[in-house]
């Protein structure tokens, strides 16, 4: 991470408002999944575009046991509620919600389906904005030994859900065994530099500045040979996000940090088992009855390059302006 671009912590009782915000992996259908931080967050940030940059709906583990609280409900009222103001909300596709790969280039409102877009930044800088596992060997050539893989680390999140139950008591703070093994395993660290590596050259044959992206669950910023590597990490653990201000510069959130460096915090509300919790047959949260609309992207359009208006001329067509 460079110095220059240290975590941030917000205040919950000062708005923020920016230019761009980037989630990722927040895997709705998982008993793991920090909705209630999220919806907070969501709650003290306002933003001109928000991009879920992959894994937002869990499809690999709702096939396999269904599970769905109301508060999957309430964020995505949430969601819905910003894209009819000012926001536009860009959904980028990743392996575990592969499902909504057959409505990629549409339209719903202000919400945009793409598998990968160009964002450029308020100082004119370009992102490759893309989940990242097509940068996974395992993806590509085992995807049953990537799913075991998807299932065994949900294990090893139950098992940290009573682990902590039981340091709490103790007096104790958080503790991820998950993170300590993606920090200690020289296989893990192997895989992880391997697919930084493979991502900043998918973002310089772009000719784009830097790549914003997920799926690893490891909230990172560095320079690699050039370009400007970001990922935003996850709402599974870690919970943090990247902002960009008006200026263009682009800072790391930890809304809720949880880091294994930092475990001696003391007790706090970490355990997503705590708070209510439905089955997916409880009751729906009232709403109005609306049917977006629905737009394809034009039939020539490149990638999809969104937040350059300012930079090029309307006429320009290298992609969909957006």
Request: overall charge neutral; hydrophobic content about 40%.
């Amino acid at each position: 991470m460079n110095d220059t671009q240290q975590p941030l912590e917000l205040n919950l009782h000062e708005p923020v408002i920016c230019r761009s915000v980037w989630i990722s992996d927040i895997h709705l259908g998982t008993r793991h999944a920090r909705v209630d931080e999220l919806l907070e967050f969501l709650r003290v940030v306002d933003c001109k575009y928000l991009y879920i940059v992959g894994d937002f709906i869990d499809g690999w583990e709702l096939k396999f046991r269904w599970f769905w609280r109301d508060e999957y409900n309430v964020l995505i009222q949430k969601l819905l509620r910003k894209s009819r103001k000012q926001t536009k909300v860009i959904y980028i596709s990743g392996n575990h919600d592969e499902f909504i790969e057959q409505f990629m280039g549409m339209k719903f409102g202000s919400v945009t389906l793409a598998r990968q877009v160009i964002h450029t930044a308020a100082d004119g800088k370009k992102y490759l904005v893309i989940h990242g596992h097509q940068a996974d060997g395992l993806t590509h050539f085992n995807h049953l030994l990537e799913k075991l893989g998807s299932h065994l680390y949900n294990w090893i999140l139950d098992f940290n859900l009573y682990f902590n139950r039981l340091r709490r008591a103790l007096g104790f703070g958080y503790w991820s065994l998950a993170a300590f093994l993606k920090f200690k395993a020289k296989s893990a660290v192997k895989f992880v530099t391997e697919y930084e590596g493979t991502l900043a050259s998918m973002a310089r044959n772009q000719q784009a500045d830097g790549v914003i992206c997920g799926h690893i669950h490891r909230a990172e910023m560095k320079q690699i040979d050039g370009v400007q590597y970001l990922n935003c990490g996850d709402w599974v653990e870690s919970c943090t996000a990247l902002i960009e201000d008006f200026d263009g510069k682009i800072k790391l959130i930890h809304f809720h940090e949880n880091d294994v460096l930092r475990a001696g915090r003391g007790p706090g509300t970490h355990d997503p088992g705590h708070g209510r919790q439905g089955d997916g047959r409880g009751s729906r949260t009232p709403s109005r009855r609306r049917h977006p609309r629905r737009e394809c992207a034009p039939a020539d359009a490149g990638i999809l390059r969104i937040g350059d208006e300012d930079f090029r001329p309307a006429t320009a067509d290298a992609g969909v302006q957006i």
